[in-house]
């Protein structure tokens, strides 16, 4: 099933993630350190993913360095980690993949 609406990408803040979650929409968190390379290397692919209707919601980036208590909250233990939801419900989790095609898979997921 492929949505009309393209995934878009915004800052974190715990109320836009629960609005998503509340709402049953299709969310992602991916969290970045701009010192990792590996990060940058995701940034680049999820921008290439904006306008692209296959991929579902939104996928909020959480700032590595200044989220200490999102991340024991949950359980992330290193920064390039991806967490996809579909509502509440956590359809994927991943640290360091940067092929194209996994992290559209893992996105898709939540569908």
Known sequence: MVSSIAMDLEAYTPEGLLKRQMAGEAVSLS????????????????????????VPGTLLVVDYDQSRKVMQQLHVHA????IVYKGHEERHRSGGLTDPLALKRALQSAQ
């Open 31 to 54: 969290f970045y350190a701009k010192w990792c390379a590996t990060c940058l290397m995701q940034e680049k692919v999820f921008h290439s993913f904006k306008g692209d209707t296959s």
């Open 79 to 82: 920064q390039s980690t991806l």
